[in-house]
């Protein structure tokens, strides 16, 4: 029982670290209709700056609390410069992001090399629940995943700006005619998007070690999650990063992790070809 139980607490933390990277990924798509393909150097981005705070003699709260901060004003700027000029053409634009995603990439392994770098977790030791002792900061993880998740519902559903963001989402052309200014919408949405990257990548660098690749991963399943979720609601991209993160974390209990691998993209795209739309396809909150 308690392994049981163990095990299901390390896919439920994968599971939060999952839903972060794709809630920015699918508002970025639901938005935009475009795909992000640069959120999984986002991610490093986030890793790596809590890195050089830890590095420069910083608390890694300071790393953690500046990472989606700087992250997220990359992303805003980005956009206003690069990104908005290509909405038009949604291929170019996806191909754009893949393009600054690769220079990110490149520049951090040109930083780091090839090493495996380390950063501590902020709360040590673990939270004994009867005879299961678990891990504090991924419970710390769970906690402020949580948080977010709820910042973000209230933001986008009882905000004037939440409003507007809907307003865009559901009918640009209407929006901008009634004196929305989408521009700046869809460079705060890409902005929050890659907000939620940096802070993804600051909580999990304690978790898995620092290294040039390590955004590749989250942004293969974090696509997959959003084609799975839906894209065009905030619920949508959240239930599918919740559904691939938990198979993703629960198969290398049973199969090798190569198998796993293969076996949660093989199960993706069988959903997908029976429900193209998604799990939840419906526009809004």
Known sequence: MTNTLMAAFDILSFSAIMVLIVLGLGVIASMMGIFNFAQGEFVLLGAYITYLAYHHGLPVWVGMAAAPILVGLLGFVLE??????????????????????????????????????????????????????????????????????????????????????????????????????????????????AALAGLAGALIVPVFDLFADLGIRFLIQGFVAVMVGGVGSFIGPVAGAGIIGAVSAALPWAVAPVVADVLVFVLAIVFVKCRPQGLIAQRGV
């Not at 993880?141 to 307003?167: E, H």
């Open 80 to 193: 206003t410069l690069m990104i908005r000029r290509f909405y038009a053409a949604p291929i170019v634009a996806m191909l754009g992001t893949y393009a600054l995603g690769l220079a990110i990439r490149e520049t951090v392994r040109g930083l780091i090399g090839g090493l495996y770098l380390t950063v501590p977790e902020p709360i040590g030791g673990s939270i004994g629940i009867g005879s299961m002792h678990i891990s504090a900061w991924r419970f710390t993880i769970l906690v402020i995943t949580g948080l977010v998740l709820g910042g973000c519902y209230l933001l986008l559903s009882r905000t004037s700006f939440g409003l507007r963001v809907r307003a865009t989402l559901e009918n640009p052309a209407l929006a901008s005619a009634s004196g929305v200014s989408t521009t700046f919408i869809y460079g705060a949405t890409f902005a929050f998007g």
